[in-house]
């Protein structure tokens, strides 16, 4: 067994391309059901890399992702590029190797996602929020400490969805002179460079732009592209800071904010980007809206985070009144996208999976209202779901998420449904009625991430009949979402009875091998269930989650 495998030339080390992309996985929009247990082992991965490990002179073959809709605040969407595992692997090493040569070139008015500099390290970036409040702490100074009273706050319209291959790709070379590196190794970062941008081709299809969002080597990538114009920016002398695609520019009175606005926006056109005129604002301290955009610390967070700081089960005990308080006050506000809210679910899902916490406090009231709440704020569907797969669910909550999942006037989302059955299956919720609709679902074509949320319902909840329905239909079945989750489905069936006729012809190149790998490693398991956690241990997990 080798710690390595090879792609056109250059190595790479299997057990840190799996350490940061099993992170990576963590707040994914379609979670598998089986954190890819069984895909993401080193053994398979050195296999299914091994003819491009034995000869430099094969080309990585891309597979052609999957284009889904999520929803956003407010009732649009963003667009999600879906890749099979094995590109995102690839596609996480290369930014992983290129970071710790490209980072060194960025400004320091540059916050978000920066490598954090341990090439042998867990993480590629330095921890989000601490990065956050440097940004906005930043800022504040800037904004309190000098003549400076306007403030300039805009944000890139439709980042990772316009942001056009043939500018990464000039972005790549055109830094490559600033970057420290030997000659052997600006060779190998040429060649790592070609491979993303190829993979970005190929997963768009046939347009010219879009990169994976909420991709750790997205917001790499995306780094690299705006530092022309952070570049220009800081180089005139602009009090200019950035977070990803959140700008803020310290101006000394409004038509110096014009200006600058305006600058920056000749500099976004040259790079085929522009500024989202809705969230643009100049702002004075007047402005009753300002102290959104400046450091105002939460009294009450800092308190809750003091007492898990701690590490007392005396401490936290005490915190869980402030936390239930601030959880509701963000539901109410319709708030489930803030990041006050993301510091009270974190820390719920915790305590609900720890048996030192679980057993002092009462999770009904704010289950209810979270899910209320998978109805009023579905956008916020995942980070609601991960709670309730942490809780308990009365007869009662699992019969409001089937009505939910059957209402077909609000259940208008994929994403969601998709979320919405693996919620059932972890909570193993049979119904007659639900496997009805997940047939349904099949055989009309519903949308794939319904369609695949449907397979792994019947495999998990439905009996062999269920089954051997999802196997004869696999042939209908070509996304990598689907075929997946199918495939789990199915895991159980008899291979000449069920598997040979009607599924093993039709499984697509990229998960072959996974019914075997199931048989002899997952056999019965549908699902993994979210980790327990010791009291001893709260915070350290959090920090796992605030990275």
Known sequence: MSDFIALEGQRFDINLMLKHLKYDLKDDWFQDSLN?????CRDTVEDYFSNYTRSASIKYDFCESEQYNIPKQGFTLRYSLETNIY???????LAGYLIQFYDGILNPCVYGHRWCAKPNGRYIFKNHIDAWKSFVGEVTEEFNSSSNNVLLVTDIMNFFENIEHVQVSASFDNNLSKIVASRAEKKNIK???RLIVRGLKKWAGSSASGIPQNRDASS???NIL???????MYKNNYKYFRYMDDIRIVCKDKFAARKALKELIISLRAIGLNVNAKKTFILTSDDMNIKEYLWNPNRLIEQIDQMWKSKRL???SKSLPLLRRLTLKCIRGNETQDREFRFCIHRLEQIALCNETRRIFNFDGITDAIIDELVNQPFSSDKLVRYLKSVELSQKHLDSIAELLSDDSKNIYGWQSYLLWQLLVTHRRDDSDLRKLAIRNIKQKAKDPDIAGSALYLGACGAGKDRVFVAKNFSSFSSHLIQRNALIAVHELPYNQYIKPYVQDYVRDDLKGTYTRLIKKSKGIYFVSPDLVKASDLYRELQEYDR
Do not use: E, M
């Open 36 to 40: 890819y247990n069984d895909a993401l």
């Open 87 to 93: 590109d995102r692997l690839v596609y996480q090493a």
């Open 191 to 193: 060649s790592c460079c």
């Open 220 to 222: 790499f990538i995306a």
């Open 226 to 232: 705006l530092h022309v114009v952070d570049d220009a």
């Open 314 to 316: 005396s401490n936290i």
